[in-house]
């Protein structure tokens, strides 16, 4: 009989600036580690070097890079997206899709804390009235843009068009790439970010003032509230039951067979952020994908934590 004990680590981001202690000792973690010894599983907390990311990446690019919003934008968690693959690409398609009058977001291919997030909307002359549209042959370089970057403290500017594409040259390196999306004008009733054990949903998050969230009207950009408190909730919030069936049992199941990913091959712990869509013709809710987060999932509802510490226990008698 083998006496050899069960071990598993429990990776955080490090920070040469933080001390150990600070990084993983928090109620939710020590519940954690807890967990595991329950289940006789010693956990250990290790820090996470980028240069030793190659065994996990690959997975995990299956569905924790944005671009999984355009691969799998037919899904009903879907909206108007796009792909630009090169900068000259952007150049061309980007002037077409303002024309509108609608805002868009841009989203490099990887990055998190909203860094390389931009909405980006027509200004001034160049906006047209409600329901028309400005010719794309019209708007060039220097056209006028009212931008916002999705990071804490940002607010928005008029910038000329070229100015932001610069400032997006950065994201088409080493075969980067951009999401462009419609912006949702919903975004002030909130954002609802649904935790995953595997194909199971096993909390909720939501945040009612978050990123890109704009200022009052008529107000200086300056006075846009910044990113509030995200409240944590059970798998069994009655007001995000809709949402948990159509994700466990409609969206998931279509992602997973266009991406050709197994449960197993889902993240043990991960998150899907919606954003409030444009309401349906019954007066529904709709929702829209805006995010997949694989890694550093931290932190999320303590009644995920046994589903995790089980999940892992199975995985670790496979």
């Known amino acids: 009989m083998s006496t050899k004990q069960k071990r598993v680590a429990i990776l955080y ?18 519940k954690l580690f807890q967990g595991f010894a329950d289940m006789g599983i010693v956990s250990q907390p290790v820090a996470y070097h980028d240069d030793c990311c190659h065994d996990v ?12 919003l355009y691969r799998t934008r037919e899904v009903g968690w879907g909206c108007d997206t796009h792909l630009y693959l090169t900068l ?6 980007l002037p077409r899709r303002l024309a509108s009058g609608e805002a868009r977001v841009l989203k490099q291919y990887r990055g998190n804390g909203g860094i390389g997030v931009w909405r980006v909307q027509l200004q ?5 009235e409600h329901g028309q549209r400005s010719d794309p042959a019209e708007i060039t370089l220097d056209t006028h843009v009212s931008v916002r970057q999705a990071i804490r403290g940002a607010y928005e500017e008029v910038m000329a068009l070229g100015a932001l594409i610069d400032l997006c040259r950065p ?10 999306q419609v912006y949702q004008e919903r975004l002030t ?3 609802i970010r649904c935790y995953l054990v595997h194909n199971q949903v096993v909390g909720f998050g939501h945040q009612a003032v978050n990123a890109l969230f704009p200022a009052p009207a008529g107000a200086l950009p300056s006075t846009a509230p910044q990113p509030g408190p995200r409240l944590y909730y059970p798998p069994t ?5 809709l949402l948990k069936h159509k994700l466990e049992q409609e969206w998931l199941p279509a ?19 919606f954003l409030l869509g444009p309401r349906d013709e019954l007066g529904a809710d709709t929702y829209v994908l805006c995010e997949i987060n694989a890694s550093c999932v931290s932190p999320f509802p303590a009644e995920a934590i046994p589903f995790i510490v089980a999940s892992t226990a199975a995985r670790m008698i496979r």
């Open 255 to 273: 992602a997973q067979e266009l991406l050709r990913l197994d449960n197993c091959q889902l993240p043990i712990i991960w998150d899907c952020d």
């Open 171 to 180: 994201y088409f390196f080493n075969k980067g790439r951009v999401i462009d």
């Open 189 to 191: 009733e909130g954002m």
């Open 237 to 241: 919030k009655n007001e995000f039951e």
């Open 124 to 128: 001034g002359h160049a906006l047209p």
């Open 88 to 93: 000259e690409q952007m150049c061309q398609e």
């Open 13 to 30: 981001p490090e920070n040469r600036t933080v001390g150990r202690k600070s990084s993983v000792e928090s109620d939710l973690f020590s």
């Open 57 to 68: 990446e690959i997975k995990l690019l299956q569905i924790g890079t944005k671009e999984v």
